[in-house]
């Protein structure tokens, strides 16, 4: 059973950076697909960027060219770098994986991480 924790959400400025990171258990992290969603308070949850067990990404159009996402299979962490935050960035941040990537694309990989909360605030 893989278990994923999410860490670096906090408070920041319009225009500065944040680094969220998700930590997994278990030994089959370098076979899962991840991802990291986020959930505005009263909106949908959406898909930020993917990452699959073979290094491809896939970003949502809001953050393309301003958030990165990457993995180390050596210490079973998947990063995402937010860089020019803005205030609709602010949410929850959540992790998700999978072996199967269109799960991680729809939303319904097997696994989530409790969240993370991000404020773009001045």
């Known amino acids: 059973q893989v278990q994923l924790v999410e860490s670096g959400g906090g408070l920041v400025q319009p225009g500065g950076s944040l680094r969220l990171s998700c930590t997994a258990s278990g030994t089959i992290f370098r076979l899962l697909h991840m991802g990291w969603y986020r959930r505005a308070p009263g909106k949908q949850r959406d898909l930020v960027a993917y990452i699959g067990n073979g290094g491809a990404t896939n970003y949502a159009d809001f953050v393309k060219g301003r958030f990165t996402i990457s993995r180390d299979n050596a210490k079973n962490t998947m990063c995402l770098q937010m860089n020019s935050l803005k205030p609709d960035d602010t949410a929850v941040y959540y992790c998700?994986?999978?072996?199967?990537?269109?799960?991680?694309?729809?939303?319904?990989?097997?696994?989530w991480g409790q969240g993370t909360q991000v404020t773009v605030s001045s």
């Open positions: 998700n994986a999978d072996l199967l990537p269109m799960q991680v694309l729809r939303g319904t990989g097997k696994t």
